[in-house]
């Protein structure tokens, strides 16, 4: 069986022998809207869930500022933005009181080189203003209240100070939060670096109902949807997409009543269920954009873990063209390999001792707890290495080899080519 494991922007091709016992575990391909995209975005945002057509909402607003994802994300700004802005315009908006806010949460900011791809060239053009949120900089933020829970709410001013709220984003399945898109992108997208102590702190990442495709329970989850409703948001514009990267869906309105149906619809098509854990997981973090840095392909990592055996074996392919991720993050993975997973989680146990980044280490530490056998091909010299807790590879093929002689040939294998794009569950 040959199988495609997207790696950057290729795709790495897997020779497996059909003596092996495999499971390739993959989303319900659901067809990209393709030609008929235009008609079913004007239709979204004509006849959204919970909410009147945009163009109703926008009419005598003054200004609005409208929320997209950083290019970590693969979100089709290109597609979906200029119907947005038609839609503001002809109600009457002056392009010049349209604002797009990058929400970075605490990544650095997209550098205007980049803007094109972000958003398009269509977009680009028009001139409007394009702001990278910046969750360091107090200028930029406003504290709105606190959750129930003690997070301070703190937002981005642009943002709470616009006549008109529109959110864009991806609904895809998050290791953290249950499903990205709706109200990620205020909390974390547009927050400030405080509400992410408690949002990324030990307690919220640590609880076992934070996790992908889980909403029941999930406190983080919960501290999102009360910052974003402090905040307040008038419109959503979120897509789903399949393994092609085409949009499969548009949800469009109510920043909860439309998110929720896209989370079903997400659900339906990422988790795929196996009778029990395997041993050897081949995986993938999806291929650009997600794959740029190792702090990214953590995710990938964590929904490998989620369907192995104790001590099985995850075979990761992330180019990671970008390196590790940033200084920080760096420090802290250093800092675990120094103190040891408990020590660290205790040294970072508050907002005091909170450390940017941390979260993405801490859920590292929940893949070390149950494997250290991690082989990972990537374009990572060996210096950075270091870093990641995993063997070098130079091909998935070695991998396999070298997981087949710690677990034997007739090791369970389940293959996910999309990584944390596909969430893998054990049944009952």
Not at 158 to 171: F, M, P, R, S, V
Not at 177 to 204: D, Q
Not at 390 to 408: F, M, R
Request: glycine share 8%; aromatic share 6%.
């Amino acid at each position: 069986m040959k199988v495609k494991i997207p790696y950057g922007k290729e795709k790495k091709i897997l020779d497996l022998d059909e003596n092996l016992n495999v499971s390739l575990l993959k989303k319900r391909e659901f067809r990209g809207l393709g030609d008929a995209f235009d008609i079913e975005m004007m239709k979204s945002l004509g006849l959204p869930f919970g909410t009147s057509s945009l163009k109703t909402i926008a009419k005598r607003k003054k200004d609005c500022c409208i929320v997209i994802s950083d290019t970590t994300r693969p979100v089709p700004n290109s597609l979906i933005l200029p119907y947005i802005i038609f839609d503001l315009r002809f109600a009457g908006i002056k392009k010049e009181n349209i604002t797009i806010l990058i929400a970075n949460g605490s990544h650095e900011p997209v550098p205007e080189s980049m803007f094109e791809e972000l958003v398009g060239k269509e977009v680009l053009d028009e001139n409007i203003k394009i702001i990278n949120h910046d969750a360091y900089d107090d200028t930029q933020l406003k504290k709105i209240g606190e959750t129930s829970s003690g997070c301070p709410a703190i937002v981005n001013k642009k943002y709470l100070e616009a006549d008109l709220k529109i959110c864009t984003g991806l609904i895809e399945p998050h290791f953290m939060a249950g499903y990205s898109g709706g109200r990620k992108s205020i909390c974390p997208g547009i927050v400030g670096i405080e509400t992410l102590k408690v949002f990324h702190g030990v307690k919220a990442m640590g609880d076992p109902n934070s996790k992908s495709c889980q909403l029941e329970n999930n406190p983080v989850d919960k501290m999102a949807r009360e910052v974003a409703m402090m905040a307040g948001c008038d419109f959503i514009v979120n897509v789903s997409l399949n393994a092609k990267k085409e949009v499969t869906g548009i949800y469009a309105g109510d920043i909860f009543q439309a998110h929720e149906v896209g989370c079903r619809m997400v659900a339906y098509d990422s988790i795929v269920k196996i009778e029990e854990p395997v041993d050897i997981v081949i995986t993938s973090n999806a291929g650009y954009p997600l794959d740029q840095n190792f702090y990214q392909t953590v995710k990938g990592l964590v929904e490998a873990s989620e369907i192995l055996k104790p001590d099985g074996v995850i075979i990761m392919a992330s180019k990671c063209e970008k390196g590790i991720g940033k200084k920080e993050f760096k420090e802290l993975l250093l800092e675990v390999k120094e103190k040891g997973i408990k020590e660290f989680l205790k040294s970072h146990d508050s907002p005091e001792t909170f450390k940017s980044d941390q979260w993405e280490v801490q859920k590292l530490t929940q893949v070390l707890e149950k494997t250290k056998n991690i082989f990972m091909l990537s374009s990572l010299d060996e210096e950075e290495y270091k870093y990641t807790f995993s063997t070098k590879i130079n091909s998935l093929e070695e991998g396999l080899k070298n997981a087949l002689k710690l677990k034997g040939h007739g090791a369970k294998i389940a293959v996910i080519p999309q990584g944390p794009y596909v969430v893998g569950k054990i049944k009952n």
